[in-house]
């Protein structure tokens, strides 16, 4: 089993920056990708930013490209995203979620894709 423990989250004014973390301890840490996801009250969970754990690739949804960046510490087996110029409508709960399979085709933006999840955090941001 693993397990995500995500923290960073809190209350900020528009147009300022946090930085969430997600921490995973258990089983031998090789994911094959590592994402985050955002869900707003009323909305479905969606899509934010995603890498492949071994490699450079980073993945981010429109809303947040140019903003928002995914990072990750393999020594500490920790993921992070960073978020700068934060709007109003970024304000949800902030999940990350871990892939370990390693067939088959990763579509990292599909829930479904991701094998563990973190408890979130939420992130609200005033206007």
């Known amino acids: 089993q693993v397990q995500l423990v995500e923290s960073g989250g809190g209350l900020v004014q528009a147009g300022g920056s946090l930085r969430l973390s997600c921490a995973a301890s258990?089983?031998?840490?090789?994911?094959?990708?590592m994402g985050w996801f955002r869900q707003a009250p009323g909305k479905e969970r969606e899509f934010v930013a995603a890498?492949?754990?071994?490699?450079?690739?980073?993945y981010y949804s429109d809303s947040v490209k140019g903003r928002f960046t995914i990072s990750r510490d393999n020594a500490m087996n920790t993921v992070y995203l960073q978020m700068n110029s934060l709007k109003p409508e970024d304000t949800a709960v902030y999940y990350c979620a871990a892939r370990f399979r390693w067939s088959g085709r990763f579509n990292y933006q599909s829930r479904d894709d991701y094998d563990y999840w973190g408890q979130g955090t939420q992130v609200t941001v005033s206007s």
């Open positions: 258990g089983r031998t840490f090789s994911p094959y990708g």
């Open positions: 890498m492949n754990w071994r490699g450079s690739s980073t």
